[in-house]
C-alpha cells in the first residue's frame, strides 16, 4: 500500500494533464492503486477555484455522472499561479504543508512539469528558490520527486544546460524524466521476451539477423499542437525519444539483472554504441518531409521547414550487431496507424528449394506496440498440394485475445512507478546526452541542405525517397 503522498502538475489545464495525467489517475484510483490519503494539486495561470477545476476536468474526461469520479475529486485541488511569479509557489507551500499537517508527517512530494518545455528552467528556479524542492522545510530532498517530460531539450546543448540545472537542484535519484514509451505493455514485455525464452538469443545477432525495420506512424496530423510542433519536428518530438527507445530494446544486452541501473546500464550501452552520422554522412542516410496540407494547420508558420516525416539507417557498433542496418522511419499523416519494430532474419530458403520459388523474404518477427499489441513469427511453410509450393504464414500471440484488455495505460505504469520510487522505466541523464548527440548531428547536416522540404501526399508513406533508402540496399519497408 501506498504511503500518502501529494502530486503537483504544473500546467494543469494542459493537453497532456487533461488527456493523459488526470485520466491516468483517476483509472489508478479505480483500480485502488494509489492508497488511502494522496492529494492532486493542478498549478496553473487561470484563476479557477478547486470546484472549477474540478468542473472543468470532469467535462473534459466526460465523467461527470461516476460516482467515483466525485469520491476521487475530493482529492484534486488546484492552485492558481503564474510560473515567473514567486506568489503562487508561496501559496503552494501553504497548501503542501496543510496536507502534511492533516496527516501528521512530512508526506512525499512529486513535483510533474508538464508544461510547454520554455517553462521548465523558470519552474526549477522558484522551486530551488522557494526552497520546495526541499520537501517539507527540513531540508531533506527525499521527500521530494522532480518528473520532466520530453522534449528534454532542443539540441544536445539545451539538453546538457538543463540537465545542469536539474543537477543544481535535485540529486539523480530525485529525477524522473519521463518517455511513455517506456511504460507501454510491449516495449516492457521486450526484455521479458528476449531473456526469458531461450530460443531468441542464439539467433539474435548478426549472423542471422539481415536487418531491423522500425516504423512509427500516425494516421493524425498536428491537430491543435501546431504551434508546438512547428518548433520541434518529429525527429526531436518522436526520434530522439520514442524511436531510440524501441532501437534500444531491440539492441541492448541482456542486463546484469532485473533491476533499476541493471536494466538502464543495458539500455544506455545500446543507445551509446549508435554509430553517430557525421552531419555529411545525413543526405546519405537520413531523409525528411512534410506533409501536403501541413503549412495550413492552425498556427503553423506558412513557409514552414519542419520536418512532419523522417527515416534514417543507423548502425549499432556492438559485436552483436556490427554491420547490421536499422532502419527507422516516423512519420504524421501517414496511410496507417502502427508502431512496431520488425526483426527480419537472413533468407535460407533458397539453400534447399531454390527451383521451388521462395518467397521474397522469409522469417520476420514483428513486435507490435500498438495498436493490436502483440508479436507475430512469420514463417515459411509447404502449401498443401502434391507438389512443393512454399509461402509465408504468420504465427500470431495478441494481448488482446491471449490476456484480455490492452494492459495498463502506459501513463498509469508511468505515474504508478514515480509514486512508488521506481526510475528503471526512465531516462538517465547519459541516456539522454547520448539520443540527443546523435540527433543534433542529423539537424546540423539538415541546417546545411538547401532547398525546400519535400512534401508527401497525406495518407501515404512519406516521401519516395524513404523507399529509396532501403531500396537502394535491395530491401523494402514491409509495414
Ligand atoms: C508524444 C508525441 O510523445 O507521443 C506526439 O509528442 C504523439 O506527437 C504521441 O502523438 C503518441 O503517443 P501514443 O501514446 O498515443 O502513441
Request: aromatic residues 12%.
Amino acid at each position: 500500500m501506498n504511503s500518502p503522498f501529494v502530486i503537483v502538475i504544473f500546467g494543469a489545464t494542459g493537453d497532456l494533464s487533461q488527456h493523459k495525467l488526470l485520466p491516468a489517475l483517476y483509472s489508478l484510483y479505480k483500480n485502488k492503486l494509489l492508497g488511502e490519503k494522496f492529494y492532486i494539486v493542478g498549478f496553473a495561470r487561470r484563476g479557477f477555484s478547486d470546484d472549477d477545476y474540478r468542473e472543468m476536468l470532469s467535462e473534459e474526461l466526460g465523467v461527470q455522472n461516476e460516482p467515483e469520479w466525485v469520491e476521487f475529486t475530493q482529492n484534486v485541488y488546484y492552485q492558481q499561479g503564474l510560473f515567473d511569479e514567486e506568489a503562487g509557489y508561496n501559496a503552494l507551500i501553504k497548501k503542501l504543508n496543510g496536507f502534511d499537517e492533516e496527516i501528521g508527517a512530512c508526506i512525499t512530494r512529486v513535483f510533474y512539469l508538464a508544461t510547454p518545455p520554455d517553462n521548465y528552467e523558470m519552474i526549477l528556479r522558484h522551486l530551488e528558490r522557494t526552497k520546495l524542492s526541499e520537501g517539507c522545510g527540513q531540508g531533506s530532498e527525499q521527500w521530494t520527486r522532480l518528473a520532466i517530460e520530453k522534449p528534454f531539450g532542443k539540441d544536445l546543448d539545451t539538453a546538457r544546460s538543463l540537465d545542469m540545472l536539474l543537477s543544481k537542484t535535485f540529486e539523480e535519484r530525485q529525477i524522473y524524466r519521463v518517455d511513455h514509451y517506456l511504460g507501454k505493455e510491449t516495449m516492457q514485455n521486450m526484455i521479458a521476451f528476449r531473456f526469458a525464452n531461450s530460443i531468441f538469443e542464439p539467433v539474435w545477432n548478426k549472423e542471422h539477423i539481415d536487418h531491423v525495420q522500425i516504423t512509427w506512424a500516425e494516421k493524425e496530423g498536428v491537430r491543435t499542437r501546431g504551434k508546438f510542433f512547428d518548433g520541434v519536428g518529429i525527429l526531436r518530438d518522436v526520434g530522439q525519444n520514442h524511436l531510440l527507445q524501441m532501437l534500444a530494446t531491440v539492441a541492448m544486452e541482456q542486463p546484469n539483472g532485473f533491476f533499476k541501473e541493471g536494466v538502464r546500464e543495458a539500455r544506455v550501452n545500446a543507445i551509446k554504441a549508435l554509430r553517430c552520422p557525421t552531419p555529411s554522412d545525413v543526405r546519405e542516410l537520413v531523409v525528411r518531409g512534410q506533409y501536403a496540407g501541413y503549412r495550413n494547420e492552425p498556427n503553423v508558420d506558412l513557409q514552414s521547414q519542419t520536418e512532419t516525416f523522417f527515416a534514417a539507417k543507423l548502425f549499432v557498433d556492438t559485436p552483436r550487431f556490427a554491420g547490421v542496418p536499422f532502419y527507422l522511419r516516423a512519420g504524421k499523416k501517414m496511410e496507417q496507424e502502427v508502431m512496431e519494430m520488425k526483426i527480419v532474419f537472413k533468407q535460407t530458403c533458397h539453400i534447399l528449394f531454390k527451383e521451388y520459388g521462395c518467397p521474397e523474404v522469409g522469417n520476420v518477427l514483428t513486435i507490435r506496440i500498438q495498436p493490436n499489441e502483440g508479436i507475430t513469427m512469420r514463417v515459411i511453410a509447404k502449401k498443401p498440394g502434391n507438389s512443393l509450393s512454399l509461402d509465408t504464414v504468420d504465427m500470431r500471440f495478441s494481448y488482446h485475445q491471449t490476456f484480455g484488455g490492452h494492459g495498463a495505460d502506459a501513463y498509469e505504469k508511468i505515474l504508478l512507478d514515480i509514486i512508488h520510487g521506481d526510475q528503471m522505466l526512465f531516462n538517465r541523464s547519459d541516456e539522454l546526452e547520448s539520443s540527443w548527440h546523435l540527433i543534433s548531428n542529423i539537424l546540423q547536416g539538415w541546417e546545411k541542405e538547401k532547398g525546400e522540404i519535400a512534401t508527401y501526399a497525406e495518407g501515404t508513406w512519406g516521401p519516395a525517397s524513404a523507399n529509396q533508402l532501403l531500396e537502394q540496399d535491395g530491401r523494402k519497408w514491409l509495414s
